[in-house]
């Protein structure tokens, strides 16, 4: 059974940073790409940042690039998502997902991604 769950979300003034957290309980945790995403209520879910664990890869929206860094964490399957320089149109609910079968050309599409957690709200106020 895949669970994932995301921490960290809040309400930060434009500018600042936060740093979002996605502990997953994934049986062979390492054959999975792990991806966070955003939604703003009436868009379609965006990409937003993806570490590939087995092969230490990572890749980022070109909204975001530059600015958020996605790693792994020392806990134990555990991937961060550090965001720097928030804009008020970084606000959106962010989701973690995960999958075994993503590759490079498909994996900013969420509907590659067979796991979701139930996401945590960020606010960046101006």
């Known amino acids: 059974q895949v669970h994932l769950v995301e921490s960290g979300g809040g309400l930060v003034q434009a500018g600042n940073s936060l740093r979002l957290s996605c502990a997953a309980s994934?049986?062979?945790?390492?054959?999975?790409?792990i991806a966070w995403f955003r939604q703003v209520p009436g868009k379609e879910r965006e990409f937003v940042a993806a570490?590939?664990?087995?092969?230490?890869?990572?890749y980022y929206g070109d909204s975001v690039k530059g600015r958020f860094t996605i790693s792994r964490d020392n806990a134990p399957n555990t991937v961060l998502l550090q965001m720097t320089s928030l804009k008020p149109e970084d606000t959106a609910i962010y989701y973690c997902?995960?999958?075994?079968?993503?590759?490079?050309?498909?994996?900013?599409?969420?509907?590659?991604?067979?796991?979701w957690g139930q996401g945590t709200q960020v606010t960046v106020s101006s």
């Open positions: 997902a995960a999958d075994t079968g993503v590759i490079l050309s498909t994996l900013r599409n969420h509907g590659d991604y067979l796991y």
């Open positions: 994934i049986p062979s945790f390492s054959q999975y790409t």
């Open positions: 570490i590939k664990w087995n092969r230490d890869w990572t």
